[in-house]
């Protein structure tokens, strides 16, 4: 049974800075593509940022503020976030696709981020 957990939401005041962070266990064989979601109040579920064998892009809104990062050999894909804005209020969900038998889609449960004064 593979799980991913993630960890790191909280409430931060606007301009400031939180680390997330995603772990993947269970039978895992490889892991290609790691992400992570947001779902704002009300909206649909959007990308925010992609990590595959190291080459990483973004969603346009948070170009230069984000970062994502991974480490393999603790099956742990990052989203480093700073000087945060109301707008990226949301649940933040990591996806990653993961190799048991076959390559299938795995989603986290979410966690919860607040930008507010």
């Known amino acids: 049974q593979v799980r991913l957990v993630e960890s790191g939401g909280g409430l931060v005041q606007p301009g400031g800075s939180l680390r997330l962070s995603c772990t993947a266990s269970g039978s895992i064989s490889a892991m290609t593509t790691m992400a992570w979601f947001r779902q704002g109040p009300g909206k649909q579920r959007d990308l925010v940022a992609r990590?595959?064998?190291?080459?990483?892009m973004y969603g346009g809104s948070v170009k230069g503020r984000f970062t994502i990062s991974r480490d393999n050999a603790r099956n742990t894909v990052y989203l480093d976030m700073n000087s945060l804005k109301p707008e990226d209020t949301g649940t933040y969900y990591c996806?990653?696709?993961?190799?048991?038998?076959?390559?299938?889609?795995?989603w986290g449960q979410g966690t919860q981020v607040t930008v507010s004064a």
């Open positions: 996806f990653a696709n993961i190799v048991v038998t076959t390559s299938e889609a795995y």
């Open positions: 990590i595959t064998y190291g080459r990483t």
